[in-house]
């Protein structure tokens, strides 16, 4: 083809290029974008609301009448049995009291003052001593988690110092430290570090190992890698073994309350159980006990629960609408 006619070619087409667009031309681009414009902002909203839904989540009374509800109501329809096999049946008082020889027993305690006494005495020794172990089980567990010929060597001994029943320590605590408050808190301890390291443990085995390589990469020395990152993805396991540490120190304490009597140990639930024992009287015993249960059930719901839900919530895992 001649140059002249390749060059009157291009200058057509940038012609062409330049020429104004028409009006059909730029009102089908205006309608193009303006379609697009409304695409994006209904994605936009229903983006955000389902997020807004996901973080509503169901309200305080909601949360309320699904966790706290169900056990008031399951323990007054026991009571409700109890009493009505009491009228029905007609035992013996000493050998089935009823529901009302029982308040009768914790009123006449709360009269005398020995119930607030034991309450406050036991409830003080369970935060310290729960509050001592994971001082020193959360480090325990971080290094046993991390250095694995450590782990080895004394991993199976704290597996199976979880499984000894803590009420074998209070002969060796009597005789180490006499019939003192350290007896109690040493007892506590037992009970309790085993569980909170094996939890932390467990925690820890189920991070993803990219979190690892990130804090690497990231220039996180070991200690923050561990601090930093580790125990934060490990929350999950660390809080299951933190409850179960709980429920070990509080039996601990119980068992340690009821053998060590004496002393400058202090009258707690433990030795109000046993001196309802001591006197036969089976009111007190049954009113004591329920009275054991019913603070583990209160921590439970009050502390526990609303910890896991909160952290639950956080990491998405909570069902929408529903309580755990």
Do not use: C
């Amino acid at each position: 083809m001649p140059p002249e006619t390749i060059r009157s070619l291009s200058e057509e087409r940038s012609d062409e290029t330049k020429r104004p667009e028409s009006t059909e031309d730029v009102s089908s681009r205006f309608a193009r974008s303006t379609t697009e414009e409304h695409d994006l902002r209904s994605l936009a909203s229903g983006l955000d609301s389902l997020q807004t839904d996901a973080d509503a989540g169901p309200s305080h009374w909601r949360r309320f009448a699904s966790s706290v509800l169900p056990p008031i109501v399951f323990v007054i329809l026991l009571i409700v049995a109890w009493q009505l096999y009491v009228v029905i049946a007609q035992p013996r008082p000493d050998i089935v009291p009823g529901p009302a020889d029982v308040a009768a027993a914790l009123g006449d305690a709360w009269d005398a003052g020995r119930l607030q006494q034991a309450v406050a005495t036991s409830l003080e020794r369970g935060v310290i001593g729960f509050l001592i172990a994971i001082v020193v089980g959360t480090p325990i567990g971080l290094l046993l988690a991390e250095v694995r010929p450590i782990r080895r060597a004394v991993g199976p001994i704290i597996s199976g110092l979880q499984v000894l029943p803590s009420v074998a320590w209070v002969p060796a605590a009597i005789i180490w430290f006499g019939l003192s408050d350290a007896t109690v808190y040493f007892v506590i301890l037992m009970g309790a570090i085993p569980s909170i390291v094996n939890g932390l443990i467990a925690g820890i085995d189920q991070v993803p190992p990219q979190l690892r390589r990130v804090g690497t990469v990231l220039g996180a020395s070991r200690w923050q890698l561990a601090t930093a990152v580790i125990l934060p993805a490990a929350l999950p396991g660390y809080l299951a073994g933190l409850k179960q540490g709980w429920a070990f120190s509080w039996r601990s304490l119980m068992a340690a309350e009821i053998i060590a009597i004496g002393g400058t140990i202090g009258f707690g639930l433990g030795s109000m159980l046993q001196q309802s024992r001591e006197l036969a009287d089976l009111a007190g015993v049954l009113g004591t006990i329920i009275l054991i249960l019913a603070i583990g059930v209160l921590i439970e719901l009050v502390f526990f629960g609303p910890l896991e839900r909160r952290m639950l919530k956080r990491r998405g895992l909570l069902i929408t609408g529903g309580a755990r």
